[in-house]
């Protein structure tokens, strides 16, 4: 059975998370009533990352096993097609070997979160960011961030119901970027590792989030991780301003593809 690996975007606002449920919507249930239409062989989906309720994602991937072959752009077309009106895009695809599988087979993840700032309500970003009303320091956020870096065991920064085996993760990248916006400021958070425990990076942002407002020192964070404890964690954030963007293999499935269509070295279509 030839299997496809898709690159996914979506809106988690309405969904309880990526994962099926019994009795709430999900995005995977989504993605999956869609393929049943295309092929009803398809019995599931693996995904790199089981994103939580209200989570986001620009670079979800998954993949599929078809009982036919399908080229990669007609199936991430017809799949949009029954995807409607489902805040859910096939952005990519692509045919992999049987060895490829989106979870185990993925070697770094790499989350997104936006805080912006401002004493005004939200509009056109409401849902898709964590909106505060006070100034945060940017610089103290990255102090506290850079103690985090590294291999640690991770128990402050897990949620209780955390199913991994072991709290130990190794840290890449906590990066806090500040963009100054016409009325507002904006605090990107660009977390990187291979594998992530539950809740981790919104642990991470909310408990920074202390720290820019003065509320918390640096070295405060560089204690809580000491601690191993769930109760010194500072409050974790909202999952709106969550973003899962990107997941990387040893070879990317995507490359040389754009929207599942074959382009040349010279980005023309080929």
Known sequence: MPRYALKIEYNGAPFSGWQRQKEHPSVQQAIEEALQKLDRSVTGIAAAGRTDTGVHATGQVAHVDM???????????????????????????????????ARFSAIERRYLFRLISRRAPMTFDKGTVWHVRHELDADAMQEGANFLLGRHDFTTFRSTICQAPSPLRTLDELRVERI???????????????????????????????????????????????????????????????????????????????????????????
């Open 67 to 101: 009982a036919a072959t399908w080229e990669p752009f007609r199936l991430a077309e017809a799949l949009n097609y029954h995807l409607k009106p489902n805040p859910v895009a096939i952005v990519n695809a692509a045919e992999v070997d049987e060895e490829f599988h």
């Open 180 to 270: 100054e916006l016409q009325d507002a400021t904006e605090y990107r958070f660009h977390v990187r590792a291979r594998a992530f425990l539950h809740n981790q990076v919104r642990s991470f942002v909310g408990t920074l989030e202390r720290v820019g407002a003065g509320s918390w020192q640096p070295e405060d964070v560089a204690a809580a991780l000491e601690a191993k404890d769930r109760a010194a964690c500072g409050p974790v954030c909202p999952p709106h301003g969550l973003y899962l963007a990107e997941v990387k293999y040893p070879q990317d499935p995507f490359k040389g593809m754009r929207g599942g269509e074959p382009i040349d070295h010279e980005g023309i279509e080929a």
